[in-house]
Structures are given as C-alpha cells and as structure tokens.
C-alpha cells in the first residue's frame, strides 16, 4: 500500500520504518526540517534497538521517504497521524492541538477514498470529532483509530510482531472500507495470527489509556507495599516472586523500586483523569490520583535513602548516579525517575557525578549544573556512594569487589531492585534498597 505517517517522532519514525520493512511505500512527514534530514539520512534521532539498521534497509529500498510537504500525501491511500499529546503545562489534560492541527492540515489534500488512522494516544472522544472533519473536507474518506502499544527498547519488535491489534472504526460501509484498509497494512500480522479487536471509536481509544493505567497501578500497587515492607523489614522482591505465582496476578511489572516514567504512563494517567472529570466520570478513577502519588514519593524516598547510606547528610558527598534515562534501552529522560532522582540530590547539597550509556545529551540540557562522565569507573572514582537508578545490564553485572577498590565510600542505594544484597554486603558495602531490609 501507498502509505503515509504524520508525525516522525519516536512512535511515527518507528512505525513509518516498519512498514516499509513490511513492504509498504511509505512518506514520513513532519514540520521538524533537522528532523526529516537526519532520518533521510538514515539516522534515528533517537536511541532505539534495531531503528538505525531498519532505516538504512528501508531506504535502500526506496520504499521508505521523508518530507516537510503536507501536500506530498495528496497521492496516498493511508495516513497514519502519529503526532505527541503531551500533558498541558499546569493542568492534567492532553494537550491535542497537534493532532488538531496534523488531521486539519492533512484533510485539505485527501483523495477521494482515502483512510486516515489515528495512533496517537487521545482523550475519548476525539475520534468522533476529528472523524467530522475529515469528513467535512472530504466525504468519501473514512477515520479509523488504531491504538499503539509500544515498549521503549522493544518499539520495533512490537510493531513488526505485535501482541494484539485494535480497529476503532465508524458504523456502516465506511467501517468496512476501513477495516479493509487496516486489514492490507497489517496483512503480516495477521497471517501470523496476531489477535484482532475490532470494535468503535470510543473503546478503541480507551483501549489504550485503561492499560496504561493497569501497568501504572500495578506498578504503584508494589511500591505501596514496599513501603509497608520497609517498616516491618519485610523483603518486597520475595513477596513479589511469592504473589507473582498466583496466574491471577503474575510477576511481571511487580518489580517495586523507584516507580514509572517516561512519555507515556505519568501524563497518559493524568490525561485519563482530566477526561473523566469531563464526563462526570471522575469519581471513577480517582484511584489513580494515589497511583501517581505513590510513583512520586518513590523518588523522594530514593533521595532519603541515600542520605542515610551517608550518615544522615548529603552535603559535600560525591554521589555517582548511575542512569538517567526513564529505563534501560532508551535514551528517553521524559519525566525520568532517575534524572529527577539525581537532580534532587544535587539541590540538597551532594556533588552528583552522573552516567548512562545513552541519555547524556538529554540529560545534560535538562540539567546542565549535573557532572556528568561517559564511562561507569570514571563516575564511580572517588564517590561516597553510589547510587544505581536505571538498570541497564552493565549495571546490574557491576562485581561488587572490584567496584569497591574505586569508591571512597562503599554504599549503595539500589533503586531498582537488580542487585545481590548478600554479594555485594559480602564485599564490605552498606547496602540498601526500597522495600527491603
């Protein structure tokens, strides 16, 4: 198919690269000129597994081509609208004025017949209102909804080989047009038996939020219990692996530790909860306004924990922070538990020398008056402690010995629960860790 995607930041330049590996011709658009050059180029202009080889093999096969030019799309069968809702500044909201401005923009150069596909996480409701435009400017041409659920580090396995696919679709003939349309982008997926939901606007859009808003509870809900762990001494990570064997619950995403970040779950929560209140629906999550208080004292307890590995005081101490990034395989610092960690212990006195193997550029905008060092030993040298927030593998396989001949001070705050306690308390360090003893 003649495919175009609007909006080449991480979700649209991963997608847009995907299906032209799946054999698509595809046209990446976006306003951003240094960000259309670099991808032209074959360059991600951001870290992500396996995206920098998947644009070099797309390119080469002219099937994959970038452009600034709304009016390029004229020609093309498919649209996929890919562009950032952010959180509005000083409000929970989705702030949906470049979906607004993609969709209206795009609609002036729609051919007859043509599907526009929503990806972008949006606020119930928005589907209905944006399908009137389109509409409106062209009226053979229907709008689909087609939620993303990308992992960070996995983006690219996950939408070559995604776990489930959802079609938001209008009533009628046009729901059949497009499910057809749909049904041709993801011809591979299919064939594979990747499991289809296809169903209306409303709970297409909904999909998406509510399991962001389980894997954020179910996040926050160990945490909560590791602060009950840290005042009985119980072991938060043995509870979990106890309650992680019921098939009802399950291990994964009960790792207790600094709590979630990123572009996603924090402002995809808040957005949730804003739109409630819209509907007069807001009694029924106001669940997760604890959700989110939860994931953020996590980091002010990072920040106390490493103060009392330190005897109380976090003045003058050279603090090595290691990671920055929201989670390993990512250069992402959006809303960045870590970084936010390591900036904290900065304003409270500590002489913090920072590392992460990808996020440092990020990193060093949002907090210039940070030290940072791209090799982990040249972090560590001479710290009073160190302090692990991201856990990237060559963190979690640091030898505790010889980790310690570098140190000044041999303490450590595991923030994310990676490590062995018994190795390394058996190399002489002051170990602790959130929700253990």
């Given at each position: 198919?003649?495919?175009?995607?609007?909006?080449?930041?991480?979700?649209?330049?991963?997608?847009?690269?995907?299906?032209a590996q799946l054999g698509h011709e595809v046209l990446g658009i976006?306003?951003?000129?240094?960000?259309?050059?670099?991808?032209?180029?074959?360059?991600?202009?951001?870290?992500?597994?396996?995206?920098?080889?998947?644009?070099?093999?797309?390119?080469?096969?002219?099937?994959?081509?970038?452009?600034?030019?709304?009016?390029?799309?004229?020609?093309?069968?498919?649209?996929?609208?890919?562009?950032?809702?952010?959180?509005?500044?000083?409000?929970?909201?989705?702030?949906?004025?470049?979906?607004?401005?993609?969709?209206?923009?795009?609609?002036?150069?729609?051919?007859?017949?043509?599907?526009?596909?929503?990806?972008?996480?949006?606020?119930?409701?928005?589907?209905?209102?944006?399908?009137?435009?389109?509409?409106?400017?062209?009226?053979?041409?229907?709008?689909?909804?087609?939620?993303?659920?990308?992992?960070?580090?996995?983006?690219?396995?996950?939408?070559?080989?995604?776990?489930?696919?959802?079609?938001?679709?209008?009533?009628?003939?046009?729901?059949?047009?497009?499910?057809?349309?749909?049904?041709?982008?993801?011809?591979?997926?299919?064939?594979?038996?990747?499991?289809?939901?296809?169903t209306d606007y409303e709970t297409a859009e909904l999909v998406k939020?509510?399991?962001?808003?389980?894997?954020?509870?179910?996040?926050?809900?160990?945490?909560?219990?590791?602060?009950?762990?840290?005042?009985?001494?119980?072991?938060?990570?043995?509870?979990?692996?106890?309650?992680?064997?019921?098939?009802?619950?399950?291990?994964?995403?009960?790792?207790?530790?600094?709590?979630?970040?990123?572009?996603?779950?924090?402002?995809?929560?808040?957005?949730?909860?804003?739109?409630?209140?819209?509907?007069?629906?807001?009694?029924?999550?106001?669940?997760?306004?604890?959700?989110?208080?939860?994931?953020?004292?996590?980091?002010?307890?990072?920040?106390?924990?490493?103060?009392?590995?330190?005897?109380?005081?976090?003045?003058?101490?050279?603090?090595?922070?290691?990671?920055?990034?929201?989670?390993?395989?990512?250069?992402?610092?959006?809303?960045?538990?870590?970084?936010?960690?390591?900036?904290?212990?900065?304003?409270?006195?500590?002489?913090?020398?920072?590392?992460?193997?990808?996020?440092?550029?990020?990193?060093?905008?949002?907090?210039?008056?940070?030290?940072?060092?791209?090799?982990?030993?040249?972090?560590?040298?001479?710290?009073?402690?160190?302090?692990?927030?991201?856990?990237?593998?060559?963190?979690?396989?640091?030898?505790?010995?010889?980790?310690?001949?570098?140190?000044?001070?041999?303490?450590?705050?595991?923030?994310?629960?990676?490590?062995?306690?018994?190795?390394?308390?058996?190399?002489?360090?002051?170990?602790?860790?959130?929700?253990?003893?």
């Amino acid at each position: 198919m003649r495919i175009t995607v609007i909006g080449c930041g991480y979700l649209g330049a991963v997608h847009a690269a995907c299906m032209a590996q799946l054999g698509h011709e595809v046209l990446g658009i976006d306003v951003d000129q240094a960000k259309i050059d670099a991808l032209a180029a074959g360059q991600a202009p951001f870290y992500e597994p396996g995206l920098p080889e998947l644009l070099a093999e797309a390119s080469a096969t002219g099937r994959l081509r970038f452009s600034t030019d709304m009016a390029d799309a004229a020609d093309y069968d498919a649209h996929f609208i890919a562009v950032g809702t952010p959180q509005k500044k000083g409000e929970n909201a989705a702030d949906l004025r470049f979906v607004d401005a993609a969709v209206t923009e795009l609609a002036r150069h729609l051919k007859p017949g043509a599907v526009v596909i929503g990806k972008s996480t949006v606020p119930v409701g928005t589907a209905r209102r944006l399908a009137e435009l389109v509409k409106a400017a062209q009226p053979s041409a229907e709008l689909a909804w087609n939620p993303e659920f990308l992992r960070e580090g996995f983006a690219v396995e996950d939408t070559l080989r995604p776990d489930r696919l959802v079609y938001g679709l209008p009533t009628g003939d046009g729901g059949i047009k497009a499910k057809q349309t749909l049904d041709e982008v993801y011809t591979v997926a299919l064939g594979n038996g990747t499991p289809l939901v296809a169903t209306d606007y409303e709970t297409a859009e909904l999909v998406k939020v509510s399991a962001n808003a389980f894997l954020a509870t179910k996040i926050s809900f160990i945490n909560a219990i590791a602060e009950v762990c840290e005042a009985t001494g119980a072991d938060v990570t043995q509870l979990a692996d106890a309650i992680g064997f019921d098939t009802r619950i399950g291990r994964r995403f009960l790792n207790a530790g600094l709590g979630f970040g990123g572009g996603c779950l924090p402002k995809d929560i808040r957005a949730f909860m804003a739109r409630a209140g819209e509907l007069g629906a807001d009694q029924a999550l106001t669940f997760l306004r604890e959700v989110d208080a939860i994931n953020l004292r996590r980091r002010s307890r990072a920040v106390d924990l490493t103060r009392e590995i330190l005897d109380g005081s976090l003045a003058g101490k050279r603090v090595a922070v290691l990671g920055l990034a929201f989670k390993p395989d990512s250069d992402d610092i959006r809303d960045s538990p870590a970084l936010d960690v390591a900036g904290q212990l900065q304003m409270q006195g500590a002489e913090v020398i920072a590392t992460d193997p990808k996020a440092i550029p990020n990193a060093r905008r949002q907090y210039p008056e940070l030290t940072f060092m791209e090799s982990t030993p040249a972090a560590i040298a001479g710290a009073d402690a160190v302090v692990l927030l991201t856990e990237w593998k060559e963190y979690r396989a640091l030898d505790p010995a010889a980790t310690g001949e570098l140190v000044r001070g041999k303490a450590i705050l595991d923030g994310r629960n990676v490590l062995d306690p018994a190795a390394w308390r058996a190399a002489g360090w002051r170990y602790r860790a959130l929700g253990r003893p």
